[in-house]
């Protein structure tokens, strides 16, 4: 057994061993087929939390779509406005007011996941909450002895004027970036003590180079793969193929994702994609459309460069490292927490600087060194960040007194 094996034999052995709730939000189904990110990163954590002798129960909506088959999964039930009679939405619109409820019928969804906790058979160490400032109190007073943890993959706001009642009842709030850490300390005033950064992981098992991804395509292959926003930047993608274009420059461009939340199928009801539809068109850009989880990695390993331009402070977008684990060129923006994950190894520009987009995007398409070298630098950053060193960190957070 070598020393790096041997180490982490030892720090299992020495690690004691938990019973692990994750609380998923409401309509962030356990799938692989319907879930987000948050569902992602929570599968992800309980696989490696159970690789090591640890238990783990996964609390989420069922949509009916195949699910994760990791962790004992426990349903919950949150309303739409489409569940509940005029009478009911008007009576939570008040509770809503009342409680400084963050998220719309969210009684509902409280009553369930609280139904849910008092009903285990028995105490789990902690229950990790998602992206949300409301429910550790609930939990807390459900659950005296276990410990919260928050687990921020954005932003987070609250209609709450006073936070203290959530400070109190974390132990620590995770944020997936320095960005967010800073932010999330600022914004809230939490003592930097129950302040952690763990950064999002991938897996490199399912995002992996192609065989020969380190010989230069012609055309070369750039893709944006993400929700279709003008925040993550997809029009920036195309303007700057249209001016490599122009200069001549064999580049082809391909757009997969869709609208935010559900809106697969109806983008062109939103008018920010039909602009971009234009754009794509005129570049002559294929577009897949949303993309599920479990075909994300075949998509992205095909391309040569991705780009993550996004305009607004992206927290820790998992595409980072899932197209460097891909043997891509990044291209993102130096916001947010986009330089946490590609850390020195992408090109990181301003995403309002378009000639700067563009020179990058060059650089890339008329240097087979430059591209090569940039894959190959892609791929090792990406070695060094599998979730199960991002599992080691959050070990580390559980087990903290």
Request: contains cysteine; proline residues 5%.
């Amino acid at each position: 057994m070598g020393k790096n094996m041997e180490a982490t034999s030892r720090s299992i052995r020495n690690v004691k061993l938990m019973d692990i709730c994750f609380l998923l939000p409401p309509a962030e189904y356990y799938s692989p087929k319907s879930g987000g990110a948050v569902a992602t990163i929570a599968m992800q954590h309980a696989s490696n939390l159970l690789s090591r002798g640890h238990s783990v129960k996964i609390l989420a909506d069922i949509n009916g779509d195949e699910l994760y088959p990791v962790g004992d999964i426990l349903p919950i039930k949150s309303m739409s406005k489409s569940d509940l009679s005029l009478a009911q939405r008007g009576l939570s619109r008040l509770r809503r007011h009342y409680e400084e409820a963050d998220l719309a019928y969210y009684e509902y969804y409280r009553g369930s996941f609280v139904s849910v906790l008092n009903g285990l058979a028995s105490r789990p160490d902690a229950v990790v909450v998602f992206n949300d400032l409301v429910s550790p109190i609930y939990v807390k007073r459900a659950l005296p002895g276990t410990k919260v943890i928050v687990n921020l993959q954005n932003e987070q706001r609250t209609r709450r004027k006073d936070v203290s009642a959530t400070i109190d009842s974390v132990h620590t709030f995770v944020a997936c970036s320095q960005y967010i850490r800073k932010w999330t300390g600022e914004t809230y005033n939490i003592p930097a003590e129950k302040l952690a950064v763990i950064n999002n992981g991938v897996d490199l098992d399912q995002f992996r180079p192609r065989q020969d991804y380190l010989v230069s395509q012609q055309p070369l292959r750039v893709l944006f793969v993400g929700r279709i926003d003008r925040n993550k930047g997809p029009d920036i993608a195309a303007d700057a193929i249209a001016s490599l274009q122009k200069e001549g420059i064999p580049i082809r461009l391909t757009v997969a994702g869709g609208l935010w939340f559900y809106g697969h199928g109806n983008e062109m009801s939103d008018p920010f994609f039909r602009e971009l539809r234009v754009k794509m068109d005129a570049v002559g850009a294929e577009y897949l459309g949303y993309v599920t989880r479990d075909k994300v990695a075949a998509v992205v390993r095909e391309h040569d460069v991705v780009c993550v331009l996004s305009r607004s402070h992206d927290p820790n977008p998992l595409v980072c490292l899932e197209a460097m684990a891909s043997g891509c060129a990044v291209i993102g923006a130096d916001r947010g927490g986009i330089p946490d994950a590609v850390e020195q190894v992408g090109l990181l520009v301003d995403p309002d600087d378009f000639p700067a987009v563009v020179d990058s995007l060059r650089k890339l398409a008329t240097s087979a060194d430059t591209l090569r070298i940039q894959k190959e630098k892609s791929y090792l950053r990406a070695l060094q960040a599998s979730w199960s060193a991002t599992v080691d960190k959050f070990q580390e957070v559980l087990q903290r007194q």
